[in-house]
């Protein structure tokens, strides 16, 4: 199969470029190809070139980002992708898109299934869901991933980040009053052929399995404690609890309860691992 895909130099887009390699042709959507915020530049390549999967992760995927440049965050995050599903629908060529846990209301906490109200705080997560909507309403045959703090994938995640601080012996801290839940980048890559075989379309959650949401402060605590458990750390090392308002580089307004349940995914069978399962193998991997 010829898959297109966006993204490639990202977190999840080089990971799946890795991931399906040795099975599918991959074409990646550069930007030495094409700009996703040249609009036409982007329809001519779309019409020209042939591919069997067009699968999009790419994103202004900050919320600082997307309040610095508004217009291109809107280009590149919803106009882009309704391009691409327009131009998948008239091909009848599948088409997943990515979006993010931002989307959701973060008012309450819990797990929220794929049916949670939506009511984004910030641009990025406005952004996001525009694109979930038009991308489904030009192609209700898309499928749409909403996927939330990835470990595993091309470049450091929050998980590598303490894994190699905790080599380093930088001190460690984590935000205690933001929740979601850590996903596998393995993990999402198997979900994806899953549904891809099941031709499911619509919209996903593609996380881990949890009894309860996570700060990014018990993610830490549970890399510190996987660490020890293989033997790298004499005990398990203390990590700060620290605030969203004490951390400069949040200076944008996040939603703080935003955990996703895979519930479509459970009801389709699919065997979704929990998350501190598939966090100790990927400890695991970087000790290697």
């Known amino acids: 199969m010829r898959i297109l ?29 094409v700009e996703l915020s040249d609009e036409e530049a982007l329809r001519k390549y779309l019409h020209e070139n042939d591919f069997d999967l067009l699968v999009n992760p790419a994103a202004i995927s ?18 882009a992708p309704e391009i691409m599903a327009t131009i998948c629908a008239e091909r009848k060529t599948p088409f997943i898109h990515f ?15 794929e049916d949670a109200p939506c009511h ?11 694109s979930e909507r038009a991308v489904l309403a030009v192609n209700p045959q898309a499928l749409v991933a909403r996927v939330s703090w990835v470990f595993g994938s091309a470049g ?3 998980l590598e980040k303490i894994f190699r601080q905790i080599r380093e012996g930088i001190p460690l801290e984590g935000v205690a009053d933001k929740y979601s839940l850590p996903s596998s980048a393995r993990e999402i890559a198997h979900a994806l052929d899953y549904l891809l075989i099941k031709n499911e379309r619509g919209l996903y959650h593609l996380t881990q399995s949890a009894t309860e949401p996570v700060s990014w402060h018990r993610y830490a605590v549970e890399v510190a404690t996987a660490v020890h458990e293989i033997g790298l750390t004499p005990d398990v090392l203390p990590v700060k609890a620290r605030q969203m308002a004490e951390i400069p580089v949040l200076r944008t307004h996040r939603p703080v309860h935003t955990a996703m349940k895979p519930s479509r995914l459970h009801e389709l ?12 193998e990927r400890v695991r991997e970087l000790a290697k």
């Open 5 to 33: 895909l966006t993204g490639t130099s990202g977190k999840v887009g080089g990971y799946l470029a890795r991931y399906w390699q040795g099975n599918h042709e991959i074409i990646p959507l550069t930007r030495q190809q």
């Open 62 to 79: 900050t919320p600082e980002g997307c309040e610095q440049e508004p217009t291109l965050a809107h280009v590149v995050n919803v106009t």
């Open 99 to 113: 979006s993010t846990d931002y989307v959701l209301d973060g008012s309450e906490p819990g797990f929220k299934s």
């Open 120 to 130: 984004p705080n910030n641009l990025y997560g406005k952004t996001k869901l525009a």
């Open 156 to 158: 450091e995640g929050f």
């Open 269 to 280: 069978g699919f065997p979704v691992r929990n998350w501190q399962e598939v966090l100790r």
